[in-house]
């Protein structure tokens, strides 16, 4: 009897175990999927991305910021369709209204994470556009988000960093270990984490002194709620997914020991700011450009430092082929989204601060500049080729499909428990016999 009870608790035990392995394995990814069901719920019906509330027209960064999302999550983005428009049809649009060095860096990155051409996107070499910019120290732009995003640009097209710019960002690092909007400027969290997703992606190895003294300030700007902020004292959940990107862009675990602060890490910070929607709150009370800021968590939350994927061709003749970076030069980038660098140039910054189009110096936007706090946005009747594409990226979420794991558990319940039942009866037997 004793014998049968533990091959009994085995038989139960065995696929609790398997099933929480596996969650374990996953728990990095937890809202990944729910986020990308709320950015494809918010496709406008000329197949960009835009804010809730703001008409059904699409956005110019938000859909940028949209598509690298879509792309770290395991989205092919050129399959996600609202009246037979894709985001990057609408993108290819928007090139008139492209000016500044951030503009082509940010559609640069969303362009290659898509895995389509850099050099021949809506009739322009984005490149090209993005080299333009290149001073003669090789500082591409003047600020420092231009920089970094231009050597994340570079990385994204599959291109080698030029020297000059890795120089020029490593003497942009203030001495407390962060980087400012520009040279000589205050550390915040957001410029730092930037720099060294950049850094990373140039070649820069993890025990750099560079990077360690960037790890130490971000360890000394964590919140006790384990999240970062940009500007005021509270934590937002852009600048802790930017953070939570740079932890794993050098190979650490943003949701293990070395980074809880009061019990709490970046990661279950990030969490707790994520609605029944789907969507993230920028900050506790706070829901300013939610599919934007969302966009980000998603990329941190997938395991994706920028740029997500780089770029390159598989033939001559300019077919391409998304290839997402090794640990090693962590080619993740974004775009410079528009904030926290060059004046003039914000829309919005990294973090969906502010409206597209408000400008910011130095990433500050002006209170009334702020949109209202909105609802869910869903579009409920936006379904088709949207629900698949996130049905593909449920299915998708850690690598491992959720009927596959089914399928071993049952297979884990069933083996023993068919050996137990087939004794069964003998043992019976014997026990009538010996009556």
Known sequence: ????????????????????????GNDAR???????????????????????????????????????????????VRGVSKNGKSPLDFLA???GNWRSVTDYQRTLLAVAAAGEDPRSFAGMDLVARVQSFQGAAGNIGDAVNSNAFGILAYRAAGMAVPAGAVQWHRGAQNPDGGWGNSPGAA????MTAASIMAL???????????????????????????GFSFQSGASDSAATSWCVQAIIAVGQDPGGSAWSKGGNTPLSFLRSMQGADGSFSWMRGRDMNPVWTTSYAVCALAGKPFPVAAFR???????????????????????AGGGRGEAGEAAAGEEGRAGEGAEAA????????????????GGEGEKGEVEAAGRKAEEEKGGVPVLLLAAA????????????????RPWRNRKEDAA
């Not at 700007?221 to 384990?226: E, L, P, R, S, T």
């Open 187 to 190: 550390s915040n969290p957001d």
């Open 200 to 226: 990373r992606a140039a070649g820069v190895d993890a025990g750099d002194p560079a990077i360690t003294s960037a790890l130490s300030h971000l360890h000394a700007v964590q919140n006790q709620d384990g």
């Open 93 to 95: 649009t928007q090139s």
């Open 313 to 335: 061709p598989s033939s001559p003749s300019g077919g391409g082929e998304q290839s997402a970076p090794g640990n090693g030069g962590r080619s993740n980038a974004d775009s």
């Open 362 to 377: 130095e990433g500050t936007v002006p209170e009334e500049e702020l949109p209202a706090e909105e609802g869910s946005g």
């Open 409 to 424: 558990a049952a297979v884990a319940l069933l083996v023993p428990l068919s050996w137990w039942l087939s004794r069964r």
């Open 1 to 24: 009897m004793a014998c049968r009870w533990k091959i009994v608790t085995a038989t139960l035990v065995a696929p609790l175990l398997l099933l929480a392995v596996w969650g374990a």
């Open 30 to 76: 937890a809202g990944t999927s729910e986020g990308i069901s709320y950015i494809l719920s918010n496709q406008a019906a000329d197949g960009g991305f835009r804010e809730p509330g703001r008409g059904d027209t699409g956005q110019d960064a938000t859909t940028a910021w949209c598509i690298m999302a879509l792309a770290a999550a395991g989205v092919d």
